[in-house]
């Protein structure tokens, strides 16, 4: 009886400082965004009840869509970019070959540095003047096809998406080869002495047996492109003329530029509503295995 | 996983077998090398023209430099200042590593080791915090901070800092925790061993690997992180890395040099880094990524 009771209060201490700042730091102000966002305030005055008028305004807001339609533009190239790439990439990779560990340590490398520095680094691939992408164009006879590739509305986003195709390959592919040494060298094996060929091999067995994981890293790659921000904040600042705004910008120009506390955190609620609802639908098409 | 053919093939089925495998070997090299030289070729050229003084880079993008002009890196250093950013960096990076780590442990090992009736709750809400959009957090927490008095100190990014890498830490330590054999603890608390000295003698000592894994991941993300940094510290004495580095270079935009100077001594330190704990980071990404 004594021992127990001081079981309990030592599994509360032991508790304690992380749920403690856990929840003060992390669930109070999701919680937060919410309550702030059905007000109308500008962060320093009093604060104004207005209800749902905030997501009202936002669904009629031009801009809003426009960041929504560009967050899409990332999503898209990010699933269909990234994932058939690392897949492909960590389907070579997964043999015995010699220098494997290079590959796969230079593969892995991006997704470890900064984002500050890849967006810096990008952009000055892509500078007009003097990048690495126009000089190796006017090297090669090809001038006429130099842009100020970040500058140019047209050209902004596309060059914005190919940076974060190539930061985030590298986390895929890792994560597929982990999942690919799961697979049992019998199954192939057997495969193999039925004389299937590597192509039917790969198609028939090895992808379905890696299925799951390809679809917690489509998942992954969705909800993690729903969240760029520091990328093209550093790089574009989400022009020029709002080509290559996305919604965590938008919402954080309207707040910390705008001070539109109220209708910032709004932008908050539905990016997270919209990243919690698509972790569900997989979640539920998955069974329990995501998270 | 290579194919071997049969040893009852006839001979010329076997060298033209062979033959085909090389062909196949040589495309996948090649397939792999291409691969490889778009991941790291960026970062090569902008070491590289880090060294190039301002004419020679605009003439010679592509060669090794002549020679090699340190100017760019003195003058980075001094213009952003780099002492102040890299000592920032290192303490608010060591700070919250170690403690989330420490109390991110000591929580796992009281959900992994003990039944109790909140604790399938408690740990689901740990893990919750795995799916925030951080974010979504920015401005009540700007507004959180400001109202604490928190805004610009030494200390300000370890709050948001701790706070969102403790449900991954204990995500892995638990999981790690749970696969302990249980006469363990079970022998130390007959020779008298209390809970916490169970767990700071027997249970953190064994969980060792997994500490590693948790300290690189942590490490890794405190000195990449930018948002958090953005809205919450804007004294520029208390920046860190990649804050006082996007600053530096909007104010740098022509002067290239100095900009790739910079860009290098931010990312020497992560490359080493990576390149020696390689195995716990990779460990790491996996199983927080793949199983959740």
């Not at chain 1, 047209?154 to 592919?173: K, N, R, S």
């Not at chain 1, 530029?257 to 919690?276: E, R, T």
């Not at chain 2, 085909?20 to 691969?35: A, C």
Request: aromatic residues 14%.
């Amino acid at each position: 009886m004594h021992l127990a009771r001081r079981r309990k209060s030592s599994i509360f201490l032991g508790l304690l400082p992380a749920l403690l700042l856990y929840l003060v730091f992390a669930i109070y102000p999701i919680l937060q965004s919410f309550y702030y966002s059905v007000m109308s305030w500008d962060g320093f005055s009093a604060m104004t009840f207005v209800g749902l008028e905030n997501f009202k305004e936002l669904f009629k807001d031009p801009l809003f869509w426009n960041s929504v339609k560009n967050n899409i533009y990332v999503v898209l190239a990010s699933v269909l970019g990234q994932v058939p790439i690392a897949l492909f990439i960590a389907l070579l990779l997964n043999r015995k070959l010699k220098g494997a560990k290079i590959f796969r340590t230079i593969g892995f490398l991006p997704v470890v540095l900064s984002t500050v520095v890849i967006s810096l680094t990008w952009g000055l691939i892509y500078n007009s003047e003097e990048g690495l992408i126009n000089e190796f164009l006017r090297s090669v006879g090809l001038e006429a096809l130099a842009q100020n590739w970040l500058g140019d509305t047209q050209w902004a986003m596309i060059a914005v998406c190919i940076t974060v195709i190539w930061q985030f390959v590298g986390l895929y592919l890792i994560i597929f080869l982990a999942a690919l040494q799961n697979v049992p060298e019998e199954v192939l094996e057997a495969a193999r002495i039925d004389g299937a060929s590597e192509w039917t091999t790969t198609w028939k067995i090895t992808v379905p047996m890696i299925w799951d994981t390809i679809i917690v890293a489509i998942v992954l790659c969705i909800a993690g492109s729903l969240r760029t921000f520091d990328l093209i904040y550093v790089m574009t600042h989400g022009g020029p003329s709002h080509s290559t705004d996305v919604m965590a910008l938008y919402m954080f120009n309207e707040t910390f530029s705008n001070l539109q506390y109220g209708y910032g955190s709004a932008v908050s609620v539905v990016i997270f509503l919209f990243s919690l609802m698509l972790i569900m639908v997989v979640r539920k098409a998955l069974g329990q295995k995501v998270i | 996983m290579e194919t071997t053919i049969g040893s009852k093939s006839k001979w010329k089925n076997k060298e033209k077998g062979a033959k085909k495998k090389s062909i196949k070997k040589t495309i996948i090299y090649v397939v792999l090398t291409l691969f490889a030289i778009v991941n790291a070729y960026p970062i090569l050229w902008m070491v590289i023209n880090s060294f190039k003084s301002e004419q020679e880079f605009s003439v010679n993008q592509f060669g090794f430099p002549k020679e090699f002009v340190f100017e760019n890196y003195v003058n980075a250093w001094k213009a952003a200042n780099f002492d102040i950013l890299f000592k920032n960096s290192i303490f608010i990076c060591l700070a919250a590593t170690v403690v989330t780590v420490l109390i991110g442990a000591l929580a796992s090992y009281f959900l992994a080791r003990f039944s109790f009736k909140m604790n399938k709750l408690v740990y689901t809400l740990f893990i919750f915090g795995m799916i925030i959009p951080i974010h979504s957090t920015l401005v009540p927490m700007f507004i959180l901070i400001r109202n604490l008095g928190l805004l610009n100190t030494p200390i300000t990014l370890l709050f948001p800092y701790i706070a969102f890498n403790l449900p991954i830490t204990i995500f892995i330590l638990t999981s790690f925790m749970k696969a302990f054999p249980k006469d363990i603890e079970e022998s130390a608390i007959m020779d008298g061993c209390g809970v916490f000295r169970t767990f700071w003698s027997i249970i953190l000592p064994m969980s060792r690997p997994a500490v590693a894994t948790v300290m690189v991941l942590n490490f890794i993300h405190n000195w990449n992180e930018f948002s958090f940094a953005l809205v919450l510290i804007n004294d520029p004495n208390l920046q860190t890395l990649p804050l006082g580095l996007a600053s530096f270079a909007g104010q740098f935009t022509t002067n290239y040099g100095a900009q790739m100077a910079g860009l290098t001594m931010t990312l020497v330190p992560i490359v080493i880094f990576y390149l020696l704990l390689e195995k716990e980071i990779v460990k790491g990404m996996t199983s927080g990524a793949v199983k959740g």
